[in-house]
């Protein structure tokens, strides 16, 4: 059974950081892309940004310059710094993967989701 457990969520001022981390366990195989995504309420959920087994990384507009998404392939882990926050940042944060759990088969896989309000 494979799993995405999110870490790193809180309150924190306007301006603040905050680093979010994601680690996948279970039978893996492999892992494939993975990323962020957030989801604030009345909202679509929406990618932050994501990172190929390569290092190679895509973020959304909004968080270009303020946010990065980094990657420890052994550890099977991923960590989103967030600086410069901001009160349009507030929403539920959640981890995917495209992970291989045996030979053949490839499947997306989502954690529960952390919180991350941005409030003075």
């Known amino acids: 059974q494979v799993q995405l457990v999110e870490s790193g969520g809180g309150l924190v001022q306007p301006g603040g950081s905050l680093r979010l981390s994601c680690a996948a366990s279970g039978t893996i195989l492999s892992i494939n892309i993975m990323a962020w995504y957030r989801q604030a309420p009345g909202n679509e959920r929406e990618l932050v940004a994501r990172?190929?087994?390569?290092?190679?990384?895509n973020y959304a507009d909004s968080v270009k310059g303020r946010f990065t998404i980094s990657r420890d392939n052994a550890k099977k882990t991923i960590n989103l710094q967030m600086n410069s926050l901001k009160p349009e940042d507030t929403a539920v944060y959640f981890c995917n993967a495209d992970i291989s759990p045996r030979l053949g088969i490839l499947r997306n896989y989502w954690g529960q989701g952390t919180q991350v309000t941005v409030s003075s």
């Open positions: 990172i190929s087994s390569v290092g190679t990384t």
